[in-house]
Nanobody
Framework: QVQLVESGGGLVQAGDSLRLSCAAS????????MAWFRRAPGKEREFVGN????????VIADSMNDRVTISKDNAKSSIYLQMNSVKPEDTAIYYC?????????????????WGQGTQVTVSS
């Protein structure tokens, strides 16, 4: 099993930047890829981006690739989400997820492990 714990959410002003962290523990040697998803009020869970656990290559959703960076620190077993120029429509619960090799990399059903989520609210 793998445990994921997000941190760094809260209230931010439109135009500011936010940085979320996700710490992994447990059987992290089984991980292939980690990701960030978000769920805005009344909407489905949305892919934000992912990162290879070994190597660090990232894929960011097209709608956000000019504002989002995902990075990792293997020594801390953590990944990070940096989002710049936040907008009110970025208000959502942000989830960290992790997966083994199999399954889709871009949809929630491909991920085996989930954090509890962290609320981000962007005020205009």
């Amino acid at each position: 099993q793998v445990q994921l714990v997000e941190s760094g959410g809260g209230l931010v002003q439109a135009g500011d930047s936010l940085r979320l962290s996700c710490a992994a523990s447990g059987r992290i040697f089984t991980l292939y890829r980690m990701a960030w998803f978000r769920r805005a009020p009344g909407k489905e869970r949305e892919f934000v981006g992912n990162i290879l656990w070994s190597g660090g290559a990232t894929v960011i959703a097209d709608s956000m690739n000019d504002r989002v960076t995902i990075s990792k620190d293997n020594a801390k077993s953590s990944i990070y989400l940096q989002m710049n120029s936040v907008k009110p429509e970025d208000t959502a619960i942000y989830y960290c997820a992790a997966k083994a090799l199999s399954g889709t990399n871009y949809a929630p059903e491909g991920y085996n492990y989930w954090g509890q989520g962290t609320q981000v609210t962007v005020s205009s």
